[in-house]
């Protein structure tokens, strides 16, 4: 049994005369009760506090069970209600045995999204075992953030059954204990034994009824850039996308280099909505990665000057809060010109308070980035915008968009020249459909959305590679064999939290409408759980 904590007012007279013995709790006061069977418990308070918090629910309408076993699942679920995280309906389910239908589903997926939840192997979850003590402690441990001791062997627990706990449990079972959240019974600890409902609500409670903690939980993450590039969408299709995301930048596609020069297709509607809705629009402009043209502007001062002079008219004359420059296959001889291009353009836009970010891809040592200074380009643009995808495109091998270590590895070169106050990670809402024939090797781009449907179609069963960070899935289909590296809310998370580790300023997504509708849910946990600084 947990110590008991201490009790909120209200019921503190109630349970104090239980305790000792005296008249029982009038009819009335019980009725008041959330559950018919807690009024005995000495977790009473921490049942209806967590109840009224939404963190914890009945087996029943009526009926809590506080000295019922609780199941892996119920306490995952529990977790994660406490750190108000958003249930996540994934399209791919993370283990064999928590199918979609589960009522757990989607409280399972946001936790194990985040790292909190694990597998008792690569396929199989348990949700029905009842979980033991030991394990909610990892548990818990995990989702605190907690910095784990090492321990010195089993006297370092001061229980008279310490040579039980397991070894991997043991340096959160030491952590918890000496934050006074977890404590034994009679001197043991009991790692073995299921926790109970009413053990379980104390220990929550324990960490909600922590100021400093509450605190954190109770509030409003940071807000964080979040770019959302329009593509292939109507104004009314990308207001719509926009609508259901947690987007705050709009980049539209509305500035092009041609022969003429700079051209300008710029709908005034979605500034208006967008300004209506608190979100600001860093419309886009675009050198259609024409290598000629490119040259033919960045090599002459005067066409440089003329550009500029049109990007910041429209810009101010339309009220654009900024622009995301986004010029590819750049030749590596116009390295210089394009630093003076930037320079000079930031410099117009910030006489007129507006903003810019620049796009780059990784540095791989190649030419697609040699024309990028990204030191000097880090100086003199607002922002930094890292396209952390093609890590495998058409006309290459097969592979991955954006694997995890490549994306870490590509973020890690240019926060070697560019503050991370500076930095915005852009993130792949897409992939590819690989396929092979004979000893050819082809790819068609897909969006999240189709990627599900295939999923969904050919009952497929995805992988998860850790390594890699994703999924993968592969299925024949007229003899030609497809392979596929996913792309969903459990690699964007990881994709998300390697910049939160690293305190980016936020976020881009190639592009709106590419998304699965859980995908949001995803990204929101994964700022939200970032967040948090327990200890």
Partial sequence: MLNTPKLRRGWAAAVLALAIGVAPMPTGAAQALPYDDIAGSYAQAAIVSLTEQGVLRGQTERLFAPAAPVTRAEFVAMLERLLRLSPVNAAIPSYADAPKSAWYYAELQAAVQLGIAQGTSDTSFEPNRPVSRQEAAVLLARTMKLSLPATAGSATYGYADASSIAEWAGPAVLQLGRLGLMQGDGGRFRPTDPITRQ?????????????????????????????????????AEYEREIASSDVNRLSPRWFFLDKTGMTASVDASLIDWAHARGKRVWALVGNRSDQTLTHQLLADAANRAAAIRSLASWAISYGIDGLNLDFENVAPEDRDDMTRFVGELAAALHAANRTLSVNVSPDLGTDWTEAFDFAAIGRQADYVVLMAYDEHWEGGPAGSVSSLPWLRGGLDRLLAQVPAAKTILALPFYNRDWTTVGGSTGSTPWSLVQQNAAITARGLKPVWNAALGQYTATFLQSGVRHNLWLEDGRSLTLKLQAGEQRGIAGYAYWYMGGESPDVWASLGNALRFGSYRFG
């Fill in 199 to 235: 053990e379980a609500a104390v220990l929550l409670d324990r960490v909600r009824t922590r100021d400093d903690w509450a605190l954190q939980i109770d509030g409003t993450p940071a807000e964080r850039i979040q770019i959302g590039w329009q593509y292939g969408q109507t104004t």
